[in-house]
């Protein structure tokens, strides 16, 4: 994600915009493109963060770190910690985030219908 100063006017425009359309507003708290990988391999089950970056190779994990509080932060998952030996820390959808499966699905399934329309289209 590109830092961007608070009195940037494009944050500005994308933080007004998301107050006035609640369409808007969901889709920001999924994100762009690690956040719906995220919540969608949560949609499985509860995650450690080495099984989460397991699953999702391609993600660094400064950016895993990042989105994961980041969708704490926004209530969409939580972050259990177990003060054991070795520390185990936990990620889960919460009832909110778990609120999200049917659209996830739904996203999934145009997404494949998508893909192959896409390629049986003449290039």
Same mark, same amino acid.
């Given at each position: 994600?590109?830092?961007?100063?608070?009195?940037?006017?494009?944050?500005?425009?994308?933080?007004?915009?998301?107050?006035?359309?609640?369409?808007?507003?969901?889709?920001?708290?999924?994100?762009?493109?690690?956040?719906?990988?995220?919540?969608?391999?949560?949609?499985?089950?509860?995650?450690?963060?080495?099984?989460?970056?397991?699953?999702?190779?391609?993600?660094?994990?400064?950016? &895993?770190?990042?989105? $994961?509080?980041? #969708?704490?932060?926004? /209530?969409?998952?939580?972050?259990?910690?177990?003060?054991? @030996? %070795?520390?185990?820390?936990?990620?889960?959808?919460?009832?909110?985030?778990?609120? &999200?499966?049917?659209? $996830?699905?739904? #996203?999934?399934?145009? /997404?494949?219908?998508?893909?192959?329309?896409?390629?049986? @289209? %003449?290039?």
């Amino acid at each position: 994600m590109i830092k961007r100063k608070e009195s940037s006017v494009n944050l500005e425009n994308e933080k007004a915009l998301a107050a006035e359309c609640p369409f808007i507003f969901a889709l920001s708290l999924m994100g762009k493109r690690w956040k719906p990988a995220i919540l969608w391999k949560m949609t499985e089950g509860i995650y450690r963060f080495g099984e989460m970056k397991r699953a999702i190779p391609q993600i660094s994990e400064k950016m &895993l770190t990042q989105h $994961l509080r980041e #969708l704490e932060s926004d /209530g969409l998952i939580t972050r259990t910690v177990y003060h054991e @030996m %070795p520390l185990r820390v936990e990620y889960a959808l919460t009832e909110f985030g778990t609120s &999200l499966q049917p659209i $996830l699905k739904q #996203l999934n399934t145009w /997404g494949e219908k998508a893909q192959n329309i896409k390629n049986t @289209m %003449p290039k």
